[in-house]
């Protein structure tokens, strides 16, 4: 087993051996004295790795963009309080929609969001922006193609991103090929 500088050691012999130590801390004379200890057991923390940059970036954006869809259910509890059925919206995209084109909605919304300090121009800006994430997210080269050749093609691709796709539990491969097999089948 590979013990990194970070990882986080207990040393165990009949009893706990001093105190949790990072490896880094723990002189190369002592380690290779306890590690050659054969009534010894150490305990390995593994340090989790940071994440990269890009993978930081990318849990941001949806952390940022899951706290603008709540505010979007929020903002459209609030806008449909007291309004009677017909006048309601099921959703935030039919209610953003209208913004523009019906000026009693874009003045009710401007009323409600204004106790927030908040404009129709910043909704325009939190809506932008969590739609541009969704293009990055749901791609369209995912959706089912035309023709067996490209359908075909697809479920090669789907099994390759499987390979890189990390904290598959047991049995989440065979159960996601399937899937993807229904998903991109010729008709």
């Known amino acids: 087993m590979q013990v990194d500088p970070k990882d986080t050691v207990t040393w165990v012999k009949y009893k706990i051996e001093g105190k949790q130590a990072k490896r880094s801390n723990i002189p190369d004379n002592v380690w290779d004295k306890v ?9 390995v923390d593994k340090h989790k790795k940071d994440k990269c940059f890009g993978e930081k970036r990318l849990d941001a ?8 869809g709540l505010w979007y259910g929020i903002l459209l509890e609030d806008y449909n309080k007291e309004l009677p059925d017909d006048k309601k919206f099921k959703n935030f995209g039919g209610m953003y929609d209208q913004i523009a084109k019906n000026k009693k909605v874009e003045g009710r919304i401007s009323g409600l969001i204004r106790n927030y300090g908040m404009t129709v121009q910043d909704i325009k800006l939190l809506f932008g922006y969590k739609t541009l994430r969704n293009r990055t997210v749901h791609k369209n080269c995912l959706n089912r193609g035309a023709t067996a050749s490209v ?6 691709n789907s099994l390759q991103q499987l390979h890189l796709a990390p904290d598959q539990p047991p049995g989440f491969s065979r159960a996601f090929e399937k899937c993807a097999k229904w998903v991109y089948k010729k008709n």
């Not at 590690?35 to 305990?43: F, G, P």
């Not at 954006?61 to 603008?68: A, E, K, P, S």
């Open 151 to 156: 359908l075909s093609q697809q479920v090669q």
């Open 61 to 68: 954006m949806n952390d940022v963009c899951h706290i603008i």
């Open 35 to 43: 590690i050659n200890e054969k009534d010894a057991l150490i305990i």
